[in-house]
Structures are given as C-alpha cells and as structure tokens.
C-alpha cells in the first residue's frame, strides 16, 4: 500500500494504526531519514541541510534506500505501507520496477485528503524541528508541483483512492479501514 497527503495530512498517525491493523510494516521514508540524521550517518550528512530547507532528496539516493529496505524479509512476508514515498515520478517508476523485481505489486494508494489551510496550521502547531515556516511553504509548493501530478499516475493504474482527512483520528481511521478492506478484497476501481 502507499499513503499519500500533505505534509501535515495526519499520514503519519493514520499509518501507525493502518500498520497495526494489518499486519504490514510501516515505512516512511521522512522517519528513515530523520533518524539517519540523529545518527550522524553518511546518509544523513547529506540530507539534513536538503529537509531543512523542505527540499528533496535526490531521487537516486531515495530509491536506493527505499529498494534495500523494500528486499528485507520482513516486508517480504507482511506486506508494506510506504508512507512520504514515493514523491515524484521517478520515484513511483522506481517503485514499480523494485515491486517488479520483488516480484511484489502494489495493491492500493489511499490520497488522505486535507486542504492546504488546515496542514498549513496543524503544521505551525507541532513544531517538529525541521518545521520552520519557510520549510513549510516551500515543501507545500513542492507537492503540488512534484506529488500532487503522482495521483493522476495512480489513477491511471486503477489504483487510486480519495479519502477525506479532515475530522477526528478516529473517524478518519475509520473511513481508511473501508476503502482499504475494500481494495484489498477486490482490487481497486
Ligand atoms: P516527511 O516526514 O515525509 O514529511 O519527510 C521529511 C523530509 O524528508 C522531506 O521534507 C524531504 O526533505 C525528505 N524526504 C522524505 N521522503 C522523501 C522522498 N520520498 N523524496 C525526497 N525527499 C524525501
């Protein structure tokens, strides 16, 4: 499965509990890469002045990290929800070419829907540390230039489902699990 959504679109939460649910592992990429920066890692150089500044990292570097994570065993046998990937359309070719050689495919792509003013103020109050509001602006305006195209690529794999993300964590989680049952049952439409 992949989730995708605003900065800010409560991806994040709702894929802790969809990972819970179901019995996949959860993969976000933003995650990987904070932690590789707290670890003080190769990868991590390079990286924190790039998410500082809300920019993203280069799609080779990306779709390294995310074919060796996606060949663990672990995802082999439970299935993965790629959470902030992939982000531009050399990343979802990318992603169907590692799924291709995994001889793996993907089964859903959920849009959690949240319009740009509500991510904009949930953002300003969670203050992560790499929250500042240029950083906010500028990866906002990312999306809608490089991910936000990412969804007609989706739907054109008849994969694509719009769900609204604005309401309670419950009840949010609530229509995911919907869509998801059905998608995981009979493919998608
Ligand atoms: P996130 O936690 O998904 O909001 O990601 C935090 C930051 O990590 C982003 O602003 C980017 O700088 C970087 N990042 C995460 N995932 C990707 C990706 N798939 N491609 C490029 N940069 C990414």
């Not at 663990?72 to 929800?81: E, S, T, Y």
């Not at 490089?146 to 309670?168: C, I, K, M, N, Y």
């Amino acid at each position: 499965m992949v989730i995708l959504g605003r900065q800010g679109s409560g991806k994040g939460t709702q894929s802790l509990r969809i990972a819970e649910a179901y019995g996949c592992v959860h993969v976000s990429t933003g995650d990987m890469l904070r932690a590789a920066v707290a670890e003080g890692t190769e990868l991590g150089r390079k990286a924190q002045a790039v998410m500082e500044a809300g920019d993203l990292v280069s799609d080779d570097i990306m779709n390294g990290i995310v074919a060796e994570r996606l060949a663990k065993d672990d995802i082999v046998a439970g299935g993965v929800l790629l959470d902030g990937f992939p982000r531009t359309a050399d990343q979802a070719d990318a992603l169907e070419r590692i799924l291709t050689d995994l001889g793996q495919s993907l089964t859903i792509a959920v849009d959690l829907d949240v319009p740009v003013e509500i991510v904009t103020e949930r953002m300003l109050s969670r203050r992560r540390d790499d929250d500042t509001p240029e950083a906010i602006t500028r990866r906002l305006d990312l999306y809608e230039e490089q991910t936000a195209p990412l969804l007609e690529w989706f739907r054109s794999h008849d994969l694509l489902v719009t769900v609204d993300g604005v309401g309670s964590e419950d009840e949010v989680f609530a229509r995911l699990r919907a869509v998801i049952d059905v998608g995981r049952s009979d493919g998608v439409g």
